[in-house]
T-cell receptor, first 113, second 113 residues
Framework: GNSVTQMEGPVTLSEEAFLTINCTYT??????LFWYVQYPGEGLQLLLK?????DKGSNKGFEATYRKETTSFHLEKGSVQVSDSAVYFC????????????FGKGTHLIIQP | ETGVTQSPTHLIKTRGQQVTLRCSSQ?????VSWYQQALGQGPQFIFQ???????GRGNFPPRFSGLQFPNYSSELNVNALELDDSALYLC????????????FGPGTRLTVT
């Protein structure tokens, strides 16, 4: 079956530091890959996505590249801000029928001023 | 454009009771999915509705059921509540059946005592 593995948190960084959150996946076929962000007390917001190998998704300074050879979709940002503090979820959709999204367990990111 | 809304925000029920949670899809979206997010975990897919019929289901027992209405709003019903049903329940809508880009509501926090 499908699965997503993320690096465990919390990840604590200083403002303006470089961010990497690792994500690897197992899936049948050719899944689409996503990063969602969840701020305290809120639902999930789609941050970025990639639908095929070598695609790069980007939004709000965050980037992730779909690497089929390593089955990875690592999230990166060059300079984080305090406002980036949240829980980040990597997810996949297998594209078959009416399957839902498969999520990782989430990575709690804490940015200190 | 109206986003996904859910009601109520919070709910407290007693073990053995039944609960109904409600969701209004984003304008123009005809597919709705429900997810259960336990504390500290990623969301787990419960089921998906398209054209008022369930067309995909995750690993949840039959006491989790749903409805989708002609205006694309939706309900999640849970019978015979158990303590482990305590979670954040998220509704997500998408434009077409099986579409992988889903937009989430803020969730309903259910506590079972």
């Amino acid at each position: 079956g499908n699965s997503v593995t993320q690096m465990e948190g919390p990840v604590t960084l200083s403002e303006e530091a470089f961010l990497t959150i690792n994500c690897t996946y197992t899936a049948t076929g050719y899944p689409s890959l996503f990063w969602y962000v969840q701020y305290p007390g809120e639902g999930l917001q789609l941050l970025l996505k990639a639908t095929k190998a070598d695609d790069k998704g980007s939004n709000k300074g965050f980037e992730a590249t779909y690497r089929k050879e390593t089955t990875s979709f690592h999230l990166e940002k060059g300079s984080v801000q305090v406002s980036d503090s949240a829980v980040y979820f990597c997810a996949l959709h297998s594209g078959g029928g009416a399957d839902g999204l498969t999520f990782g367990k989430g990575t709690h990111l804490i940015i200190q001023p | 454009e109206t986003g996904v809304t859910q009601s109520p925000t919070h709910l407290i029920k007693t073990r053995g009771q039944q609960v109904t949670l409600r969701c209004s899809s984003q304008s123009g979206h005809n597919t709705v999915s429900w997810y259960q997010q336990a504390l500290g975990q990623g969301p787990q897919f419960i089921f998906q509705y398209y054209r008022e019929e369930e067309n995909g289901r995750g690993n949840f027992p039959p006491r989790f059921s749903g409805l989708q209405f002609p205006n694309y709003s939706s309900e999640l019903n849970v019978n015979a509540l158990e303590l482990d049903d305590s979670a954040l329940y998220l509704c997500a809508s998408s434009l077409v059946e099986g579409a992988n880009e889903q937009y989430f509501g803020p969730g309903t926090r259910l506590t079972v005592t």
